[in-house]
Structure formats: structure tokens, C-alpha cells
Nanobody, 117 residues
């Protein structure tokens, strides 16, 4: 089992940037990783995913070209660089780990991102 801790959330103005980090409690090179978000009153939705080696990434349509997922297996950390933020990006962001980006079994506690207009 692996525990995940997100950080880097906060309040930013529209057009600004944030970088989220998610650090695992132990070596996570055997896990695919994903970022999800949940806005108030909405269901949790997929944002970005990255495979175990980091050479395959996929994104939700609404964040393509603005967000970048990456990982550093030497630091057991996955990142989500978020640029050109919009008010509709406001949500709690969660990272997750699993056998693949569609089989994610372990979840962090989330970090709040608020984008003001």
C-alpha cells in the first residue's frame, strides 16, 4: 500500500500558475499516477494521467495545452503544472496511484485550488 500527500494548492488569479506536488510514502515507480479534481456540487473528474515510466501522458480536453503532468521516480513525486488558470479550474485536486491510469487504487487527501476572476 502507498500513501499519497498532495501540496501546492492555493489561491491564484485567473491567468496565473500553480504547481501541485504529490509525494508517495514509498517507491512508486511501479504505479501509474493520475490527477483528478472535484468542484463543489460536481462529480470527481479526470484531469491528467502518466504511466509508470513517464513517457505516456494523457489529459482531459479542458486542460490540454495548459496543464502538464510529470513525475520524478527518484523523489517518489508526481507534479501537475497548471498554467493559464481559469475560475472553472477551482476545485479540490487529488492524486491517485494504481496499476494503470484507469485502475487507480490509492488516493491522497486533496489540495484546494481556487482561481479568482
Amino acid at each position: 500500500q502507498v500513501q499519497l500527500v498532495e501540496s501546492g494548492g492555493g489561491l491564484v488569479q485567473a491567468g496565473g500558475s500553480l504547481r501541485l506536488s504529490c509525494t508517495a510514502s514509498r517507491s512508486f515507480s511501479s504505479y501509474a499516477m493520475g490527477w483528478f479534481r472535484q468542484a463543489p456540487g460536481k462529480e470527481r473528474e479526470f484531469v491528467a494521467g502518466i504511466n509508470k515510466s513517464g513517457n505516456i501522458r494523457r489529459y482531459a480536453d479542458g486542460v490540454k495545452g495548459r496543464f502538464t503532468i510529470s513525475r520524478d521516480n527518484t523523489k517518489n513525486t508526481v507534479y501537475l503544472q497548471m498554467n493559464s488558470l481559469k475560475p472553472e479550474d477551482t476545485a479540490v485536486y487529488y492524486c491517485a496511484a494504481g496499476a494503470s491510469t484507469s485502475e487507480l487504487d490509492y488516493w491522497g487527501q486533496g489540495t484546494q485550488v481556487t482561481v479568482s476572476s
